[in-house]
Structures are given as C-alpha cells and as structure tokens.
C-alpha cells in the first residue's frame, strides 16, 4: 500500500498537505511499521514495484482504458 500511495504523491494525484489520523501529511503512509527489538518502528517503505504492469513507475501514458481522459496520466512501466 505504501507504494501505491508514494506513486499517486509522485503523480500529483494525492496532495499531502492533510490532516489524517497518523498526523499531518499522507507522507506518513509510504512508510512501514515494524517490530525491532520489541518496538514499533517506521521504515520506508518500497519504492519500486516487483511488478512493474501492477504498479508502474510514474513516466509513460496509460491506455485510455486505464485512466480516465480527464486524468493524462504518465506512467513508467520498467
């Protein structure tokens, strides 16, 4: 989910000026929780997708059929 979220802040298409129940910011959710030596830690999370047709990288144009006309979406498929 992290990344998803870091890709949609990349794209512009989330803005990360808001307030939620982490904090301010929806930075906070492009990092992961972990347990390290019994603590409640935060790591960053991914920031490429193992599958590059389910999460793209922002840079080239999707098909129409993916994103909306409205939206000109710019992907990076690598």
Known sequence: ??????????????HDDVHTVAGFGLHRYIQEPFLEDGKLVYRD?????????????WKHRLP?????????????AQ
């Open 1 to 14: 989910m992290s990344l998803l979220v870091l890709e949609l802040l990349r794209g512009g298409l989330l």
């Open 45 to 57: 999370g991914p920031q490429v997708s193992l599958d590059a047709e389910v999460i793209p990288r």
């Open 64 to 76: 129409n059929t993916v994103a909306p006309k409205c939206f000109p979406v710019i992907w990076d």
